[in-house]
């Protein structure tokens, strides 16, 4: 699998908007790998097709002292570096 980086592109696939990585179509629950200014961090990728104005989103966990885990979501920008893991 190609795990250089690359951006989300826009296509169809079937008449449906979806995104594309590397070629490959991305689902929701796919988990990518996103890059922040630290280092890779891996995810969940969502998005709604049927609301395609709206940027995909980057589903993380964070874990927290005591063992707990905080989840968040972050819209992934447009043209930020996103890899299959």
């Known amino acids: 699998m190609n795990t250089r ?3 989300l592109r826009p296509g169809s696939r079937s008449g449906e908007m979806r995104h594309y990585l590397s070629g490959r179509p991305v689902n929701g629950g796919d988990t990518i790998e996103l890059c922040f200014s630290g280092g890779w ?7 709604n097709s049927e609301q395609s104005e ?8 964070i874990v927290v002292d ?3 885990v ?5 819209e992934i920008p447009e043209d930020a ?3 299959w893991p």
């Open 5 to 7: 980086p690359a951006t």
């Open 41 to 47: 961090v891996t995810g969940r990728y969502e998005w």
């Open 54 to 61: 709206q940027q995909p989103s980057f589903h993380c966990s």
């Open 66 to 68: 005591g063992g707990g």
């Open 70 to 74: 905080v989840e968040r979501v972050i």
């Open 81 to 83: 570096l996103v890899r």
